[in-house]
């Protein structure tokens, strides 16, 4: 059975290279979805897989940011399952 999370990580995430640093590491846990910048200071990550992998995936993300960067707040949730086949850097929203 598989997840979808949507994550919005908050604070020193933006000129840090952290949205390539996710997709290189969703490319190694084999999850699809998409990771862009929200804002000024925030990052939207959404995974899809299976839940083990999901949650792997997660905690790398967070357990090892890319140098400079500094995570100040993490919301999670569980969102409907999209089907995507591959994982992207998508546009930003500001």
Known sequence: MRERRNL???GTVQGVFFRET???T?????????VRNV???A???EA???PQIVNSF??????????GARIEDVQSKAVPLR???????TPSIR
């Open 43 to 45: 990052l939207e990550l």
């Open 22 to 24: 996710v997709r290189r």
């Open 83 to 89: 089907g995507d086949e591959k994982f992207s850097v």
């Open 26 to 34: 969703a490319s190694r846990y084999d999850v699809s979805g998409f």
């Open 48 to 50: 899809e897989g299976e």
């Open 58 to 67: 997660i905690e790398q993300i967070l357990a090892h940011p890319p140098r």
């Open 8 to 10: 919005k990580i908050r």
């Open 39 to 41: 804002g000024f200071d």
